[in-house]
């Protein structure tokens, strides 16, 4: 009888056991969650890599030029041209992007897909970059690095150097010489200029406008800024072709400041990067 209490309570052991699931090992093993992410915002991409999660990410948008490795990534072009299909045959757990970029399709065949998208809100100053960072490292668990990396921007910022002239900066958009808009106030372009120590040259509007001979030269900038692919787009120095622009003191000078697009407007982890590199072109003004 003693014999067939211990077979009864062994058995009843097992049974509990197998009921319970799986081993404790492979319990500790179901937890970890392994993503597999689409990143269509350059800025969220570079937070990815800068805190370690970049075996997870798969592919990318147009924007994701930083850093170099991204651009091995699977690309799949601008956001707002997507082909969806091609983003759902990498087969993707999740679709990471800034919340004013979702399109009804794409949110609809993700959701269809069993696809799960995460969105951020849109960083416009250094305050929404430090807290991006903090979001998308915290969603990847990776909050303790997001530290660094905000202490890094804070320590950056305080050491630029402050300028004894302030120069009046313009930044021009361009995309060819059909499309010149310039940047006004409360853009997040002339919060870039004033920060780095700059004035912006943009007065008595909002958001962009159209360029115009009369505007540019009632603005007369001391310098000109414009991304790199815009300046690129109209020639060699083809802004200073422009109507007007020749007038001015950056005119005069061929003053003229190229930065990478997502590095001077993407407001990720390499803002006080921009930043400095700002500081440092605006001393070189006369």
Known sequence: ???????????????????????????????????????????ITEIIYAVGSQKELIGVDVTSTYPEAAEKLTNLGHVRKLAVESLLALN??????????????????????KIELVTFKHPNSVEDAKSLVKEVAKWLGKAEASEAIVAKIDTDI?????????????????????????????????KMIVLAGGENAGKG???????????????????????????QSLGPDGIFNVPGVNATNAGKNKALIQMDGQLLSGFGPRVADALTELNKEFKKVK
């Open 92 to 113: 993707p757990t999740h679709v990471v992007m800034l919340e004013d970029e979702v399109s009804p399709d794409l949110k609809s065949k993700l959701k269809q897909a």
């Open 205 to 231: 509007f909002t958001d962009f406008k159209p360029l115009t001979s009369e505007s540019v030269i009632a603005a007369n900038p001391d310098v000109i800024l414009m991304f790199t692919s815009g300046a």
């Open 158 to 190: 305080q050491k630029l150097e402050k300028l004894g002239k302030k120069p009046k900066v313009l930044f021009v958009y361009a995309r060819g010489a059909g499309t010149l808009m310039v940047a006004g106030e409360n853009t997040p372009l002339e």
């Open 1 to 43: 009888m003693r014999k067939i209490g211990f077979l009864f309570l062994a058995l009843l052991a097992l049974t509990t056991a197998c009921n319970s699931g799986a081993k404790p090992e492979e319990t500790k093993e179901a937890k970890v969650e392994t993503k597999r992410i689409v990143s269509l915002s350059g800025s």
